[in-house]
C-alpha cells in the first residue's frame, strides 16, 4: 500500500478533522479539507489528490455531486462520497457522478480503508489500460 494523498471535503469542521486524524492514522496523507463544492474544486486543481472524500452536502452555491462531477471530468481524480444521505433519490443523482465508492455515516474505519485501497486499484489499472 503507497501512501495516498486525500482531500477530504465536508462542511463540519469537527467532523473533517475526525477524518483527516483517522486516516493519518490508517497511513494516509491528508493534503487538505474543503468546505464547500466550489472550494474543493480549487484545491483538486492545486493539489491534485490521488483520492477525494467527499460529503454530498455541503454549504455554497455547489453540492459534493456536482463537486464530485467537476473534479472527475477536470482533472480524473476519484471520489468517494462519504454521506449521511442514503435515500433513492440522492443514490440515484450520485450515480451520475460515478464515483468509486459511497459509504454511509457513520462508517467504520476498516470500510472506508477498503474503500480507499479498491478505488486507488481501479484507478491506477483504469490509467494503465489507457
Not at 466550489?38 to 484545491?43: H, L, Q, R, S, Y
Not at 483538486?44 to 454530498?56: E, G, H, I, N, Q
Not at 449521511?84 to 465508492?101: H, I, M, Q, S, V
Amino acid at each position: 500500500m503507497k501512501e495516498a494523498n486525500i482531500l477530504v471535503v465536508e462542511d463540519e469542521n469537527i467532523v473533517a478533522l475526525s477524518i483527516k486524524k483517522k486516516l493519518e492514522l490508517m497511513g494516509y496523507s491528508v493534503i487538505d479539507t474543503a468546505s464547500s463544492g466550489e472550494d474543493a474544486i480549487v484545491k483538486a486543481d492545486l493539489f491534485y489528490p490521488d483520492l477525494v472524500l467527499m460529503d454530498v452536502m455541503l454549504r455554497g452555491e455547489m453540492d459534493g455531486i456536482e463537486a464530485a462531477k467537476m473534479i472527475r471530468e477536470k482533472f480524473d481524480i476519484p471520489v468517494i462520497f462519504l454521506t449521511a444521505y442514503t435515500d433513492d433519490k440522492t443514490l440515484e443523482r450520485a450515480k451520475l457522478a460515478e464515483p468509486y465508492g459511497y459509504i454511509s455515516k457513520p462508517f467504520k474505519e476498516q470500510d472506508l480503508k477498503s474503500n480507499i485501497e479498491m478505488a486507488l486499484h481501479k484507478h491506477e489499472k483504469e490509467i494503465r489500460l489507457r
